[in-house]
């Protein structure tokens, strides 16, 4: 089974992830939609946390949020999964890519992390260049969609821009997900970033602490 959860930003008390990892079956995969947080801060509780993360031996996929230790992520050595390009951290932990289209049990899966964080993260320290997409990662996007014929299953991003919500985002971000929605087929969108949990409609889930199957 493929399962769902979003926004662990490194947190040793973020249930539903360790549930996941006690419980989940040898075939079952976790897919995170960014933010997980490993190596994000200098804290005994981050390090204990990546430690955790990066030792388990049940199957993860990650797409990266906005808050990620970019350098960290991006040092592991690139590899093919299931189709698409990953970080390979582990044996069963992968990083997916931006733009990279997977398929994973017969369906397939466009992913897209990253996105713009408030300037208050600058401030404080937590914040690491390469959270946004780069003009390269855009096209590879546009061109592996244009290859599936504009025709998904699933879109997974860390945010989903909304068309109702122009001011202040990153215009790239939004110019694709605006495409994605004019153009692509798809059977859901599925996000995170804003640590909700909400079905907009049958078509858009924006998930969080709460493990969701997909159906």
């Known amino acids: 089974m493929i399962y769902f959860l979003s926004d662990l930003h490194g947190d040793l008390n973020f249930k539903p992830f360790f549930d996941y990892l006690e419980t989940a079956k040898q075939d079952d995969l976790l897919i995170i939609l960014g933010d997980v947080g490993i190596e994000f801060e200098k804290t005994a509780e981050n390090k204990e946390f990546s430690k955790k993360f990066l030792s388990s031996n049940k199957k993860i996929a990650f797409l990266d949020g906005n808050h990620e230790n970019f350098e960290f992520i991006n040092s592991f050595s690139l590899d093919n999964w299931n189709g698409g390009k990953v970080h390979r951290l582990s044996e069963n932990i992968v ?3 931006r733009g990279e289209i997977y398929k994973i049990n017969g369906k397939t899966f466009f992913t897209f992390g990253g996105c713009k964080s408030s300037a208050k993260w600058k401030e404080m320290g937590l914040w690491f260049d390469g959270e946004e997409g780069t003009e390269e990662e855009f096209h590879n996007a546009y061109k592996n969609l244009e290859n599936h014929n504009n025709k998904v299953d699933y879109i997974l991003t860390h945010k989903r821009e909304r068309r109702e919500y122009k001011d202040g985002v990153s215009q790239p971000l939004y ?5 994605i929605e004019d153009n692509v087929k798809f059977q859901c969108w599925y996000s995170g970033h804003w ?3 909400q079905k907009f409609d049958d078509k858009h889930i924006a998930l969080y602490d709460e ?3 997909l159906k």
């Open 95 to 97: 990083h997916l890519m």
């Open 175 to 179: 110019d694709l997900c605006m495409f």
């Open 195 to 197: 640590h909700v949990k």
């Open 211 to 213: 493990l969701v199957e």
